[in-house]
């Protein structure tokens, strides 16, 4: 792996909430390898932020029919926000760390994360979180476009299809990102 400048580096840890770290098969073992990762970036004075996804009800109000993955989200009440959509407990923020609320799936479409990473002089974004093709892809995608460096951790993100998993992190993250472990990402700090 590349080198960090730890001043301008950000661990975002996304979508790792109770109602989406039931999907993980062994959630106790992929949580703990995030753990691992944030702990490290706090001792080499990393940005820590977290993205989660909630929808108020004014949210919900305001999705459309045509956006396929929102609209059943909101017809079900599946992602309205409270206890199932904050930080997962066993990774919960400190108080001095970014934490934003979504109503899309990538990271900066609806919140003002790009202008929190901006203002501590963040350049480089660590991806970590769950879906690799849901918010790791997007946030891959749209944070290339704002000039950040990327690195995805492809141990800290999971996805029901493995195949996709794999696809993403072998062959098109590779293309705007470096793609590391988690291992790799704390030996280099």
């Known amino acids: 792996m590349n080198s960090l400048d730890t001043v301008s580096t950000a661990l975002l840890i996304m979508d790792v909430q109770p109602s989406i770290v039931a999907q993980v098969p062994d ?69 001095d760390e970014i934490v934003v609320r979504k109503s899309r799936v990538g990271a900066f479409s609806t919140t003002d994360l790009r202008e929190q990473l901006l203002a501590r002089g963040v350049d480089t974004l660590v991806l970590c979180g769950i879906s690799t093709s849901g918010v790791v892809l997007s946030t891959v995608r749209d944070g290339a476009d704002h000039d950040f460096r990327i690195v995805v951790l492809e141990d800290g993100c999971f996805d029901r299809d493995p195949e996709v998993h794999r696809v993403l992190t072998e062959k098109i993250f590779p293309r705007q990102a470096e793609v590391v472990s988690i291992d790799d990402f704390v030996a280099a700090l």
């Open 27 to 95: 959630a106790d073992a992929f949580v703990d390898g995030l753990l691992r990762a944030r702990e490290a970036a706090r001792a080499a004075d990393l940005t820590v932020g977290y993205v989660r996804v909630a929808l108020t009800e004014d949210d919900i109000a305001a999705v459309p029919a045509s956006n396929v993955t929102f609209h059943a989200a909101a017809a079900t009440g599946r992602m309205l926000d409270g206890p199932d959509t904050q930080v997962d407990a066993r990774i919960a923020p400190a108080d």
